[in-house]
């Protein structure tokens, strides 16, 4: 029996798994989630579908900070393709069993990371000031444009340097999530350290953030999202305070936003979420009025030994 080779079969059994659905919207969700994991799956030049293909994807989707509910349908269709193959003859059902075996993504109700304190922002812009090579002027940037822009780190190091406007602050991210591009804007102060480090980089066209190896040297070629976060454990570490993530910002940005009393319909469109919802989940202002409700009860508690 022959492996699934996703490129000359993956055709002929996407379409044999979703005809045999029943609602016309089940089919349309399952041959979309099939035709995006072909597309990533080609780009990995893969050679046969297995339990551990099916992972990297899972996690592939994960650090796209899709919804559980879209990362399961996704999984759950790669399932199905995987029993019509086996029908087919065109994968071992040992395989297909080892695929099922690949689990949900289990749904959060709340906002995943924690909520970076004005301190703790101040504490890293502070030790990125006392590093004087270019690393230090280029992570101060980098921590208040994803304080500021709430940008995911996929769309920090898909930045080129013609997509901020020095003028106006309008940064244009043209590679956000699902493809989509929208306008934010870096401000105070975390503009000036942008123009700072505008000002080592130079205005040469490419990667708008680039590393900077250990002689100081700049390397004018594009970051990963791996290096993102190790920069941010570094400053973290140096800082004297709790690691934390990219999304950390993110999340923060949200909650300050709206705390501020920014529109959420605004904060929305700033971060790029597809769903009012989704801004909404990062809403702090509902814990606080309930923190405060509960505030209003009074229990008479007698401590021990004290009546």
């Given amino acids: 029996m022959r492996e699934l080779v996703v ?37 990995q030049g ?18 796209q900070e899709l919804a559980p509910s879209t990362i399961n349908v996704a999984l759950s269709a790669i399932r199905r393709l995987a029993l019509e193959a086996v029908d087919n003859g065109l ?9 099922r075996r690949v689990g949900n993504v289990r749904s959060k109700m709340v906002p995943s990371g924690r909520v970076v304190a004005p301190g703790e922002l101040a504490g890293l812009m502070q030790v990125c000031a006392q590093d004087p090579s270019p690393a230090g002027v280029r992570d101060a940037a980098l921590i208040g444009l994803l304080y500021t822009t709430g940008a995911r780190r996929a769309e920090v190091v898909a930045l080129d340097v013609e997509d901020y406007d020095q003028e106006s602050g309008a940064l244009t991210i043209r590679h956000g999530k699902g493809q ?3 306008v934010t804007y870096v401000t105070n102060g975390a503009r000036e350290a942008l ?20 002689g100081g040297r700049l390397l004018l070629r594009r970051m990963t999202g791996q290096s993102v976060r190790r920069i941010l454990g570094k ?13 950390d910002f993110r999340r923060t940005a949200v909650g300050d936003l709206l705390d501020a009393g920014a529109d959420l319909s605004v904060v929305q469109r700033i971060m790029g979420h597809a769903s009012p919802t989704t801004t909404a989940r990062y809403d702090r202002r509902p814990e606080e009025a309930k923190r405060k409700a509960a505030g209003l009860l009074h229990v008479p508690y007698f401590r021990p030994g004290l009546v």
């Fill in 7 to 43: 490129r000359e079969d993956f055709g002929t059994v996407i379409g044999l798994a979703v005809d045999g659905l029943g609602s016309p919207a089940s089919k349309r969700r399952y041959e979309q989630a099939l035709g995006d994991f072909l597309a990533w799956y080609r780009e």
């Fill in 46 to 63: 893969g050679s046969g579908l297995s339990k551990a293909v099916v992972q990297a994807y899972k996690a592939h989707l994960q650090a």
């Fill in 91 to 99: 994968l071992d059902p040992d395989v297909a069993r080892a695929i």
């Fill in 180 to 182: 989509k591009q929208r």
């Fill in 195 to 214: 123009g700072d480090w505008l000002g080592v980089r130079g205005d040469e066209s490419g990667a708008l953030f680039c590393p900077v190896n250990k």
């Fill in 235 to 247: 400053r973290a570490g140096q800082a004297g305070i709790e690691d934390l993530t990219p999304h």
